[in-house]
């Protein structure tokens, strides 16, 4: 069964920095797009950035020049690299296949003013 587990959310200051972790199990990690989302209180969920197979990220204007989403085959793990953290990032944090999966826990990322 492939499962993709978040992990590395906490409570930062504003215009602070975190990285959150994707960690894969199964099979077919590589050659899947892989995204990140986020959804706050009251609002929906968003698509935050992905990455392609092939390695090409891409970002919600929101988070354009602030996160950068990464991967690492040989560790079936996706990273999102957060700074400048704004209070109005906080929201729980998902990563899912793009195409295909279920949602997770999530992990709670709240950016303090």
């Known amino acids: 069964q492939v499962q993709l587990v978040e992990s590395g959310g906490g409570l930062v200051q504003a215009g602070g920095s975190l990285r959150l972790s994707c960690a894969a199990s199964g099979s077919g990690f590589s050659i899947n797009a892989v995204g990140w989302y986020r959804q706050a209180p009251g609002n929906q969920r968003e698509l935050v950035a992905y990455?392609?197979?092939?390695?090409?990220?891409n970002y919600a204007d929101s988070v354009k020049g602030r996160f950068t989403i990464s991967r690492d085959n040989a560790k079936n793990t996706v990273y999102l690299q957060m700074n400048s953290l704004k209070p109005e990032d906080t929201a729980v944090y998902y990563c899912k296949y793009l195409k295909f999966g279920s949602w997770g826990q999530g992990t709670q990322v709240t950016v303090s003013s």
């Open positions: 990455i392609t197979s092939g390695d090409v990220p």
